[in-house]
């Protein structure tokens, strides 16, 4: 494995932050070397001030991309951590379309719901087939489901909607598996009836969410965890300029906007917390 | 002793006896069915972790439908089919849809021991990630709870700041009153504080 020097630590990392907003601590050089390391030989680079220079100056991206996709995680699951699943099925979606049902019935309820750090898409299948499941006269409704992420390389999973036994293999129940996946081989492919529900591309959220318009729920979990304390500050201010003013923002488990956006309030609904513009 | 159980079908008892030896001997945990009745029987009572199925066996239960029982019952159970040359094609078939291999009759020992080797390393490595995850997800929802409690213990914290700070700045009333209206509403809001 090509070894990283101090010097190129603190320019590879500033630049990683630049195209991505991802802050990677630069005392952990493995990270920077298993992460980056076969890019560097791939692209015939013998340093990594090599391969910085090349990813900047090539007008293809291609380079820029494959850092990306190498340095974001992935770990992502179906139904990943119960809580905001059942907050979202029991608690956001009644009150939602209760919200949002207008007078006529001639007139379709809208709802958009926004995964902003989609990954490979398990988190926004997830909702959709809550919502499938939830509501059997679909057609009266008018769902936008979006999934963004910095990847393209998870943006591409994401929309074949095709996994393997390992990403498989926590969180789904077997009836849900059963019924809307597809087996071939030893990998999974959600079946059309979700797969159509959903859309994703990609999206850095460091930079502005133009043409996104404002969102009912946001689910916005465990990528600002990356991200340096004032670059938390200007996301949530952007996410709740994206929010409904009676929409909610659900965010990973662990984290928390203490100290990071006080537009939002805290609001508890049995063992999950969710966010509302105050 | 390998860690690592493995359930022999095929109608052959020649083959089916060879099986099991050379396997036991191997160290593998072997289980023996003489057809596909006998495997969707076991399949569902055993803890199993690879089927070795002949392809061709009479009755109507062949390798294949072995297969659609073994991976019905867990998508984790890997499926070794052995064929005649003949029907390659169909072994093809099998592997998509999920078998893990296939080999050719006559069976080459070393073949199948490499092939189980590596279901046996890719199961450990799986075995060690669940581990891992479980883990991981005791120790997130353990934190979560925490920081739960503090983020709407802070806002609340918060809120009667601002409330203080509202009737502290509120000039219509005389400053001796804003002391009494703040220690009232600290009264009201913190009764741990102040016990009455």
Redesign the interface.
Known sequence: MLKISPDELKLVAQYIHDISGIYLDQSKSYLFETRLGSIASEHGCNTYKELYQKAKTEPSKIIERKIIDAISTNETLFFR?K?PFELLQHKLLPELIDARTPGSPALKTNLKIWSAASSTGQELYSIAIIIKEMLPNISKYSIKLLGTDISDGAVAQASRGKYN??E???GLPGDKLQRYFT????SWTIKDEIRAMVQFRKLNLMLPFAGLGKFDIIFCRNVAIYFTLPDRQKLFNKIADSLADDGYLIIG??????GICPRF??K?HL???FYQKK | MRNMTILVVDDDPVIRRMLEKRLEKEGYEVLIAEDGYQARKILPQQHIDVVLTDLMMPGSIGGIEVLDIA?SIS??IEVILITAHSSVDTAVEA????AADYLEKPINFDELFLRLEKIANVQSI?RN??DL?QAM?TT??A???T??N???R??ELQ?RIESIESILRDEQNPPYERIYKVLDLLEQTDPTRYPK
């Not at chain 1, 087996?183 to 030893?186: A, L, V």
């Not at chain 2, 592997?95 to 999920?98: A, E, R, W």
């Open positions: 951590d809580g036994k390992f498989m293999e926590r087996m071939f081989g030893d488990s662990t984290e928390s906007l203490t309030i805290p508890r063992r999950s917390i | 991976k998508p984790n592997m998509k849809k999920g799986m990630a669940l995850s997800d997130e929802s934190a979560a709870l920081i739960q503090l983020e709407i802070t806002a809120s």
